[in-house]
């Protein structure tokens, strides 16, 4: 059951624009209902990082250029989902995050995530809840760690507010402007798994770093 949830995972990743161009055929006006959704779930639930966030987007800009889908409509429905996502985490963390915090191990949740994170915005304050819009997995646990960090709620609502916009126009209007040139067009499973890859630099680059430091101290 577990593998054939990861293969399923695997293959709308792969060929996202194929499913989301059946998504649109097969339910019409309730497709901004299921991306709104995705996006709330994505940013507001810390169990769900593994949900598609930037190649959603992208993706769903580029068939708003092509008429299937009204990209103002997009920007609207998706910027208040991550922005209401967002702020449902922010108080899950305040009530319940402490607790959470100090629990060795966290059913569905990677304390190794929420740790790092925690880590993050230490070194970055307010403004991580901006920049972790751009990054996969500290975007899901930024607000949660925000709220466990006791962040006064009109400072975050306002890096909130200015995170999801950024976010969502970055990558729907990115797609709505780029997802149908030619060569983007025939290469857009390429172009998806970039635009992971770039995003999940960052990430990588933290556990790069924690790795070696790890390492130095044992040596």
Known sequence: MKMDFVAGYVDII???DKHLGALIQQYGVWTYLVLFLVIFCETG??????????SLLFTAGAFAANGALDVVWL?????VASI???????????YAGPNILHKRKIRFINREHLLKTEKFYEKHGAKTIILARFLPIFRTFA???AGIGNMRYSVFITYNVI????????????????????LIKENFTAVIFIIIFVTLLPAAK??????????????
């Open 45 to 54: 639930l810390v169990v769900t990082p593994f949900l598609p966030g930037d």
């Open 14 to 16: 792969l060929h996202l």
């Open 143 to 145: 607000p949660f760690v």
């Open 75 to 79: 920007f609207i429905s998706l910027t």
């Open 163 to 182: 995170g999801g916009v950024l976010w969502n126009a970055t990558f729907l209007f990115g797609g709505y402007f780029f997802g149908n040139i030619p």
């Open 206 to 219: 933290e556990f790069l770093n924690h790795y070696l430091q790890k390492r130095t101290r044992r040596g």
């Open 84 to 94: 209401i996502g967002d702020t449902v985490n922010y108080w899950a963390g305040k």
